[in-house]
Structure formats: C-alpha cells, structure tokens
C-alpha cells in the first residue's frame, strides 16, 4: 500500500496534473436580514458576472504539495445569487449584459441590479495527525452589488465573506477538494447574505433616487 501511494505521488509530480476540483452547488441564502417588511417593489433587471471566481488553490506546506485544488464557484455564485435576490426583489429578469438607464424605462423597469464576483482567496493545510492526516481550509469571497436607476446610480458597494472547514486528507489528498468545497459554500452564504442586506435595506434603492 505505502508502494502504491509513493509512485502515485512521484507519478503526479512528474506529470504535475493530478487535480482534485472544488466545485460548491448552488446555497442560496434565505435568512437576509431587513429593515423593510416585505420585498422591493417592483421590477428589477439582474446582471451576474462570477467569472472572476475561479482560482486553482494549492497547499500551503510541503505535504500534498504534488496536487492542485481547483476551485471553481463561477457557476455557483451566479446560481445562488440568482435565487437570493429573487427572494428579496418582487420581480426579476436575469440579462446577459447590463443595461442603459434610458433601456429601463422601456423595459418597464425600476433599475439595473449589477453583482460581480470581485476575487477570491483560498487557503489549504494539511493538518498530521496520529492515525490519518486531516485538511484544513479557508476560502474568501469579495463581490460587488450596484444598482442603476433611471436617474442615475442608487447603490453601490463591495462585501467579503469567508468560511473554514475540516476534512480527512484521505488516502491522496483528496480529501481537500470536499474542505475546499465547505469552506467557499460557508464564505459564499455569508457573502449572499451581504449583498443582501446591502440591497434590501438601500433606503435610495427603495425610493428609486
């Protein structure tokens, strides 16, 4: 067994291909605290760009230094601000790119809602231990929210959150993907949550100047 494990590693080190993926699912954030009773009136147009949110996360010490994590929250991110927002606005269309101020009237809408995923750091440990090794994770998300309205911007403002998880490192590291995976979905509810707030409590957003 110990055989097995030394010439997988040697073999991932000569190839430097052996990628564990970190892809969280969809966590949209529904506890979104708000000064207001009930949603934002009427209807808004969403654009989300998670493009950013992508980074390859390898270890921060000599063990399981052969691997790399690819963390990959693009699609999660635009999911689960999707399905956040939709619970705090009374109507929204998705659009695939912003757009104008003179567009909104037109299409009958209060105001252009931009969310960016501004950047992402993670931080990956391997953690020995007496009988098996355990990974130790942190992930931390910056995103962005603005809203345009039809005379001009209403809101505009950048939050972070982060999230930690442990796992065992598994029998070749693998168990850092699963770490990686709980701590971007922990950063990414507490993110969602704040571009939330931001949104739903925006006294200008609600008046519509």
Known sequence: MKFRTTLALSLCAIISACQYKAEPLTVATYNV????????????????????????????????AAYTFPLE??????????????????????VDQPVSREQLKARGARG????????????????????????????????SVTVDGVNGRLLGT????????????????????KSLTQSAEGAMKQTLGRLGEALTNSERVRKGS
């Not at 000064?35 to 000599?62: A, E, T």
């Open 73 to 94: 929250l693009s699609n999660s991110f635009t999911g689960s601000v999707r399905q956040t927002f939709s619970n705090l606005v009374n109507e929204i269309e998705i």
């Open 158 to 177: 950048t939050v972070s959150g982060s999230g930690n998880a442990q796992s065992d490192a598994g029998v070749l590291c693998e168990g850092g993907a």
């Open 33 to 64: 605290y708000s000064s207001y009773d009930g949603k934002l009136p009427g209807k808004y147009l969403l654009f989300i760009d998670g493009g950013k949110l992508n980074k390859p996360i390898k270890p921060s010490d000599f063990n399981c």
């Open 112 to 143: 252009m809602i931009i969310v960016r995923g501004e950047d992402v750091n993670g931080r990956l440990r391997v953690v020995p231990g007496f009988w098996s090794a355990g990974m130790e994770t942190q992930v931390e998300i910056a995103a």
